[in-house]
């Protein structure tokens, strides 16, 4: 099994400690470690205090697992395994697909959801948005590409890097789709409850479809990628026996201190997760404004869901080049769209963290100075 580079991760790792302003990172504003176990209540408290640097459960911590399946509608904690949200996705794909498995993966997307898959041997075959039309993914679009050998389909709602969010309707079509099919469907939902108007939220994919495999995790909407806090939920049990299987020879259990600190988070969602996404709708206003002012050299489709777009820069055919220049002229980082393998007419732009006005003033004036 030889895995193509991931792009985007190279990418990041020249960039993302060495630039001084980032336009580009996905995730929402970082919680330090004092706000976090601030947060406790008596019992998490007990379990920081207490905790012994051991092995831990090789599933997850039980407490953690059950505060996991208490987010969901239909899902047990015997249907939660606990890893880090990249490894959830290397378990899932090498636990439940063989070489000559035919997969549907959502692109442009996180190179690991279809890379993984053809590195197995499968054959993937991509579904793509348009752009004209919001960066929606048509469902008529998924149903001509599906087959009696289509093992899996993998989805992420809200989208990275668009933004876009499929409409309920729509949504629950798809599903319908993939179980007519009888694939298993690997719903990322990332960046579920970070969805820009109220009342947005998809139902999870694992509560609508016994063969449904949603990924979460702590890193985006929690603002706690440090964690490396993930999971998959599932009422196939048999799919997650064989995950767990898998993961004995990955990372065999969790961090200790992190699925504590996962349970504290768990337990404060609802405060966390209004705090995280009050600042993205401020930013969403600042750069419905940005982009007003700059629409001569950018084109945006404002994002139904997540912390990131994927504007189209009008000012260059070669995003490469525009977002070299940015970073060493300006010390600004942003993702060119050829690391999501989407040609060079498109950035993907993150608004979750607190500094974004400053970091468009700046980006604002390179504008300014570079194009006019």
């Known amino acids: 099994m030889r895995i193509p580079r991931f792009e ?14 980032l336009l580009a990172c996905s995730d929402c504003e970082p919680l330090s470690m004092a706000e976090l176990v601030s947060m406790a209540d008596h019992d998490a408290g007990e379990l ?14 039980p407490t953690l697992r059950a ?6 509608e239909r899902i047990d904690p015997a249907g939660v395994i606990v890893a880090a949200p990249e490894e959830c996705i290397f378990l899932a794909m090498t636990s439940l697909l063989a070489p000559g498995d035919h997969v549907v993966c959502t692109f442009p997307g996180y190179q690991s959801l279809f890379e993984i898959a053809r590195s197995i041997g499968c054959e993937v075959s991509f579904w793509e948005p348009d752009e004209e039309n919001s960066w929606r993914f048509d469902p008529d679009k998924l149903a001509g590409l599906l087959r009696e050998s289509t093992r899996l389909v ?7 890097p668009t933004g876009y969010l ?10 319908g789709l993939v179980r007519d099919a009888g694939a298993i469907l690997l719903s990322d939902e990332m960046y579920r409850h970070l969805e820009v108007e109220e009342d947005a939220t998809l ?17 985006k909407v929690y603002g706690l990628p440090g964690l490396r806090l993930g999971w998959l939920a599932t009422r196939d049990l048999e799919a997650l026996e064989r995950i767990g299987e898998m993961k004995d020879y990955t990372t065999i259990c ?14 404060n969602r609802v405060a966390i997760i209004e705090g995280q996404l009050a600042r993205v709708r401020r930013n969403l206003a600042r750069l419905d404004a940005f982009f007003e002012e700059n629409g001569d050299c950018l084109r945006w489709t404002r994002p139904r869901g997540g912390s990131i777009g994927f504007p189209r820069v009008e000012c260059t055919d070669d995003t490469d080049r525009f977002c070299a220049e940015l970073v060493e002229d300006a010390d600004i980082m942003l993702l060119p769209g050829s690391v999501f393998s989407y040609g060079k007419r498109h950035v993907r732009l993150g608004f979750g963290r607190e500094d974004l006005p400053e970091v468009l003033d700046r980006f604002g ?5 570079r194009f006019r």
């Not at 985007?8 to 302003?21: D, N, P, V």
């Not at 505060?67 to 969901?72: D, G, L, M, P, S």
């Not at 993998?154 to 990275?160: I, M, T, V």
């Not at 499929?166 to 599903?175: K, L, T």
Request: negative net charge; glycine residues 6%; charged residues 20%.
């Open 48 to 61: 920081w205090q207490s905790l012994r640097l051991g092995y831990t459960e090789s599933a997850g911590h």
């Open 8 to 21: 985007l991760e190279r990418y990041f790792a020249r960039h993302e400690f060495s630039a001084r302003y």
């Open 166 to 175: 499929p409409s309920a309707s729509d949504f629950a079509e798809v599903v």
């Open 154 to 160: 993998a989805l992420n709602f809200p989208h990275n």
């Open 365 to 369: 004036t390179y504008l300014a100075g």
């Open 203 to 219: 139902p999870a994919a694992c509560d609508l479809y016994d063969r449904a495999i949603s990924l979460s995790g702590l890193s």
């Open 67 to 72: 505060e996991i399946a208490r987010a969901y």
């Open 254 to 267: 969790h961090s200790a201190p992190s699925e504590i600190l996962g349970i504290i988070a768990l337990r």
